[in-house]
């Protein structure tokens, strides 16, 4: 089955630092991908996504590109704060099928922690 | 206003209680998905509602049931809860390609 493996945190990193979590995939065809991020005592939110190879979704600064080759989609920020504090989860969903209608279930990794100090 | 809105945030209960958890969503999405975040923070789905019809029912305990009366609303029901039943469950919607809106989540305690 389909399945996603992030790096395990917790990451701490001073602020201004430059930030990578790592995610990889398992999945057949050509799934959808997606980092969420889930601040402290909130739900998930959708911080990007890439729906097909080589695309490169961004947002707040982050980015994360869709390799194929590697079946990696790596979050990057150039320079983090301490508002990024948080949860990131990376996750895919496979593409429509015609018994699954547009019901589609999201995969999500472990969850990798992120604090960031002043 | 809210889009996807889970009631109530917080519930404790005791053991063999039956709760439920009310889930609307003012996006007009036509599919509803029910998550547990267990306290390693690992999500896993539970179920899926595609225009009012089951379409996603992982392997959850029976005890579990979710309803559907329209397109706008997916409650969860449980009956006899457990301790292990504790968790943050979060209730989301999607429509097509796009990721999910995810509600706030509803904290489950069960002593």
């Not at chain 1, 990451?11 to 959808?32: D, K, M, Q, R």
């Not at chain 1, 695309?55 to 320079?79: M, P």
């Not at chain 2, 009956?79 to 919607?93: H, P, R, T």
């Amino acid at each position: 089955g389909d399945s996603v493996t992030q790096m395990e945190g917790p990451v701490t990193l001073s602020e201004e630092a430059f930030l990578t979590i790592n995610c990889t995939y398992t999945a057949t065809g050509y799934p959808s991908l997606f980092w969420y991020v889930q601040y402290p005592g909130e739900g998930l939110q959708l911080l990007l996504k890439a729906t097909k190879a080589d695309d490169k979704g961004s947002n707040k600064g982050f980015e994360a590109t869709y390799r194929k080759e590697t079946t990696s989609f790596h979050l990057e920020k150039g320079s983090v704060q301490v508002s990024d504090s948080a949860v990131y989860f990376c996750a895919l969903s496979p593409r429509p099928s015609f018994s699954s209608g547009s019901a589609r279930q999201l995969t999500f990794g472990s969850g990798t922690q992120l604090t960031v100090l002043p | 206003d809210t889009a996807v809105s889970q009631t109530p945030k917080y519930l404790v209960t005791q053991m063999g209680n039956d709760k439920s958890i009310k889930c609307e969503q003012n996006l007009g999405h036509d599919t509803m998905y029910w998550y547990k975040q267990d306290s390693k923070k690992f999500l896993k789905i539970m179920f899926s509602y595609n225009n009012k019809e089951l379409i996603i029912n992982e392997t959850v305990p029976n005890r579990f049931s979710p309803k559907s009366p329209d397109k706008a609303h997916l409650n969860l029901h449980i009956n006899s809860l457990e301790l292990g039943d504790s968790a943050v469950y979060f209730c989301a919607s999607s429509r097509g390609l796009d990721g999910y809106t995810f509600g706030s989540g509803t904290r489950l305690t069960v002593v």
